[in-house]
C-alpha cells in the first residue's frame, strides 16, 4: 500500500494550484489536510496528512525541481500555429506503404505541418489544412476513420537543459488544464514539445504557457 507521505505528494505534485499556493504561503495546511482527506480519499488520520505537507513544503529535492521547471520555461521559445487538422486512419498492412508514398510525393515537402502519432488501432496525421487534400488521395476511403478540421498547435522549444529538467511536460499538461482546455494530442521530441488544441481554446493555451514562463 502506498504510504500517506507518497499519496499526498504525488496529489501536490500533480496539482499546480496547490503548490503554487504553498510556495507562495497563503494555503492553511490544516485546511488543505482535510481537503485531500475529504475528496481524494486518503486513509489516515489529519495529523499523518498535515505532517506529509510540511514535509513536502520542506523538501530541498522539491524546490531544486522546482526551480529547474521553472527555468526550463523561462528560457522556452512559444509559437502557435492554426489552420491544422488531424486525420485519423484505420491501421491495416497497407497503411505503411500509403503514408511511405505520401512521403516522397514532391509537392507534400512543402507542408508547413506533419507530425505522425500511432496508436494500437489508429494511425493519426497531424497536417496543415492546405495539404490535406493532396494528402488525402493517397488514402483509401477505408482507411480513412475521420478528418477533424479546426485544430492549432502550440510549442514550447527548450534549451537542452531545459529539456533535462524533471517535472516539465506534468506541469505543462496541469498548467493548460487549469485554464481548461482539452489537449487533444501531446508530441515531444527534443527540444521541442507540442500541444495541439481546438482553434477556440489556442487561447486560452496560450496564455497558460505565457503564465508560466513569465513566472
Known amino acids: 500500500m ?8 504525488r496529489i501536490i505534485d500533480e496539482d499546480p494550484s496547490i503548490r503554487k499556493d504553498l510556495g507562495r504561503a497563503i494555503i ?5 489536510a482535510a481537503y485531500l482527506l475529504d475528496r ?12 506529509a505537507i510540511r514535509r513536502y513544503q520542506a523538501s530541498d529535492e522539491i524546490h531544486e525541481a522546482d526551480a529547474g521547471v521553472a527555468k526550463a520555461f523561462l528560457s522556452a521559445v512559444t509559437a502557435t500555429k ?5 486525420l485519423r486512419l484505420k491501421n491495416s498492412t497497407n497503411l505503411y506503404r500509403y503514408l511511405s508514398e505520401l512521403m516522397r510525393d514532391d509537392e507534400f515537402y512543402k507542408s508547413e505541418i506533419f507530425r505522425l502519432i500511432k496508436s494500437r488501432n489508429e494511425t493519426i496525421v497531424m497536417i496543415d489544412s492546405e495539404s490535406l487534400g493532396r494528402a488525402r488521395k493517397f488514402f483509401p476511403e477505408g482507411n480513412i476513420i475521420s478528418v477533424e478540421p479546426g485544430l492549432a498547435e502550440l510549442s514550447l522549444t527548450l534549451t537542452k537543459k531545459g529539456w533535462q529538467s524533471k517535472g ?3 506541469r505543462l499538461a496541469n498548467e493548460v488544464a487549469n485554464y481548461s482546455v482539452n489537449i487533444l494530442v ?3 521530441a527534443e527540444p521541442k514539445i507540442s500541444l495541439f488544441v481546438s482553434e477556440n481554446d489556442l487561447m486560452k493555451a496560450h ?7 513569465r513566472r
Open 2 to 9: 502506498t504510504s500517506i507521505t507518497k499519496q499526498v505528494w
Open 28 to 32: 492553511n495546511v490544516s485546511g488543505l
Open 40 to 51: 481524494k480519499l486518503i486513509e489516515g488520520s489529519l495529523d499523518s496528512v498535515i505532517s
Open 82 to 86: 492554426t489552420r491544422i487538422t488531424a
Open 168 to 170: 516539465v511536460m506534468a
Open 186 to 188: 501531446i508530441v515531444s
Open 207 to 213: 496564455e497558460a504557457v505565457l503564465s508560466l514562463t
